[in-house]
C-alpha cells in the first residue's frame, strides 16, 4: 500500500496477504518454514493455543534449514535439533507475536483455535527478504506457495520510491524539513537501515531483469538507468550520513557498488553486522520482547456470558 500505485493495487493480482483468519484443528502441526518471501507476520490468539518453535536466521541456520527442507529424511527429522539455537513461546488468547523478516519457525496447536494474522513486506528487512526468495528459487518452491508478484512489489518500491529519497536530497537531506507528511516515508529514507539494504535490491534487479524481464511488465528496458541514479541518489544521503557521524554508511555503499550478485552474496553474516552494527546473532535476538498482557483491554475478542 506504500509504492504499489493506485490503478494497480485495484488490480486483481495485487497482493493480498496481509489478513487471514486461521481455524486450526487439535493437534494439528506446520513444520519449520520461512514465511513466503522473507514476510514479517502478524498473529493475534482469538481463541485456543498455539507453540510456536523460532529458529533465528543466521547464516548456518539458514543453511541447516534449506539442506534439512532438500532432505529426504524432511519428515522424521526435526529441525531444532541441527541447529545452534531453537526455542519456542506458548500463545494464549490475548496474545498478539510478531515475527520478523525471515525467521525460521513451526506451530504447534494444542487445543482448536481461531487466530487473526497476516503477512506484509517491509523497506527495514530487505536484504532478509532477498534471502527467503533466494532459498525459494533453491529449493524450486511451487508459485502457489511464493508470495505473489514479489519482483514486481521490488520494482515498485524502487520506481515509486526514488522521487522520494531525490526529494530528500534536495532540502540538503536535512530530516528537520518536513518535505513529506508521510511518516512512512519520512522514516524509511531517513534510516541508515534502509540504505545500506537498498544495494542488495539493486543487485538483484539487475539479476531479476537478465534472467526474467517479462516479470516487470517491459519496464525492464529502464531499470539500468534506474538503477544508476538510484546508486548516485544514496551516496549522496550516504555522505549526509557521514557527516553527521553514520561513518560507516559512504564506505559500505561504496563496498556494495563494487560487487557483482552471486548465489552465496546475500547470506555473508557480516552484512548483518554492517547494516545494524553488530554481531549478527545479537541483532537477531536482542529486540526480542515479552510485553505484559492485561485481558481486560482484549475482553472485545470473548463472547458476552
Same mark, same amino acid.
Given at each position: 500500500?506504500?509504492?504499489?500505485?493506485?490503478?494497480?493495487?485495484?488490480?486483481?493480482?495485487?497482493?493480498?496477504?496481509?489478513?487471514?483468519?486461521?481455524?486450526?484443528?487439535?493437534?494439528?502441526?506446520?513444520?519449520?518454514? #520461512?514465511?513466503?518471501?522473507?514476510?514479517? %507476520?502478524?498473529? @493475534?490468539? *482469538?481463541?485456543?493455543?498455539?507453540?510456536?518453535?523460532? +529458529? $533465528?536466521?543466521?547464516?548456518?541456520?539458514?543453511?541447516?534449514?534449506?539442506?534439512?527442507?532438500?532432505?529426504?529424511?524432511?519428515?522424521?527429522?526435526?529441525?531444532?535439533?541441527?541447529?545452534?539455537?531453537?526455542?519456542?513461546?506458548?500463545?494464549?488468547?490475548?496474545?498478539?507475536?510478531?515475527?520478523?523478516?525471515?525467521?525460521?519457525?513451526?506451530?504447534?496447536?494444542?487445543?482448536?483455535?481461531?487466530?487473526?494474522?497476516?503477512?506484509?513486506?517491509?523497506?527495514?528487512?530487505?536484504?532478509?527478504?532477498?534471502?527467503?526468495?533466494?532459498?525459494?528459487?533453491?529449493?524450486?518452491?511451487?508459485?502457489?506457495?511464493?508470495?505473489?508478484?514479489?519482483?514486481?512489489?521490488?520494482?515498485?518500491?524502487?520506481?515509486?520510491?526514488?522521487?522520494?529519497?531525490?526529494?530528500?536530497?534536495?532540502?540538503?537531506?536535512?530530516?528537520? #524539513?518536513?518535505?513529506?507528511?508521510?511518516? %512512512?516515508?519520512? @522514516?524509511? *529514507?531517513?534510516?541508515?537501515?534502509?540504505?545500506?539494504? +537498498? $544495494?542488495?535490491?539493486?543487485?538483484?534487479?539487475?539479476?531479476?531483469?537478465?534472467?526474467?524481464?517479462?516479470?516487470?511488465e517491459g519496464s525492464d528496458s529502464s531499470v539500468p538507468q534506474l538503477i544508476a541514479e538510484w546508486w548516485s541518489v544514496l551516496e549522496e544521503i550516504a555522505t549526509n550520513f557521514d557527516l553527521a557521524g553514520e561513518t560507516t554508511v559512504l564506505a559500505f555503499l561504496k563496498v556494495m557498488r563494487s560487487k557483482t550478485y552471486s548465489d552465496d552474496l546475500f547470506f555473508e553474516?557480516?552484512?548483518?553486522?554492517?547494516?545494524?552494527?553488530?554481531?549478527?546473532?545479537?541483532?537477531?535476538?536482542?529486540?526480542?520482547?515479552?510485553?505484559?498482557?492485561?485481558?481486560?483491554?482484549?475482553?472485545?475478542?470473548?463472547?458476552?456470558?
Open positions: 500500500h506504500t509504492v504499489w500505485p493506485l490503478d494497480a493495487i485495484a488490480d486483481v493480482g495485487f497482493c493480498k496477504v496481509e489478513r487471514y483468519c486461521l481455524i486450526g484443528m487439535a493437534g494439528s502441526y506446520t513444520d519449520f518454514h #520461512v514465511d513466503f518471501g522473507g514476510t514479517s %507476520v502478524w498473529y @493475534h490468539i *482469538v481463541r485456543g493455543k498455539k507453540r510456536f518453535y523460532l +529458529i $533465528p536466521p543466521t547464516k548456518n541456520n539458514l543453511l541447516a534449514y534449506e539442506k534439512w527442507t532438500c532432505s529426504a529424511r524432511q519428515a522424521t527429522t526435526f529441525l531444532g535439533d541441527l541447529v545452534d539455537h531453537c526455542f519456542y513461546f506458548d500463545l494464549t488468547p490475548g496474545n498478539t507475536l510478531i515475527i520478523p523478516s525471515g525467521w525460521i519457525h513451526s506451530v504447534y496447536t494444542p487445543e482448536e483455535s481461531i487466530v487473526f494474522g497476516g503477512n506484509f513486506l517491509n523497506s527495514y528487512s530487505i536484504l532478509a527478504q532477498l534471502q527467503a526468495n533466494a532459498i525459494e528459487q533453491r529449493t524450486k518452491v511451487s508459485k502457489a506457495f511464493t508470495f505473489p508478484l514479489f519482483m514486481k512489489s521490488h520494482w515498485y518500491f524502487l520506481s515509486q520510491m526514488i522521487s522520494h529519497f531525490r526529494a530528500f536530497v534536495e532540502v540538503g537531506c536535512d530530516a528537520s #524539513v518536513l518535505w513529506t507528511d508521510d511518516d %512512512v516515508i519520512r @522514516h524509511t *529514507v531517513t534510516s541508515p537501515f534502509v540504505l545500506k539494504q +537498498i $544495494p542488495f535490491l539493486l543487485l538483484m534487479m539487475s539479476r531479476w531483469v537478465g534472467a526474467n524481464g517479462a516479470a516487470l553474516e557480516e552484512w548483518i553486522s554492517a547494516i545494524y552494527n553488530g554481531p549478527a546473532f545479537e541483532v537477531f535476538m536482542k529486540n526480542l520482547e515479552i510485553l505484559p498482557f492485561d485481558a481486560e483491554e482484549y475482553n472485545c475478542w470473548y463472547e458476552p456470558a
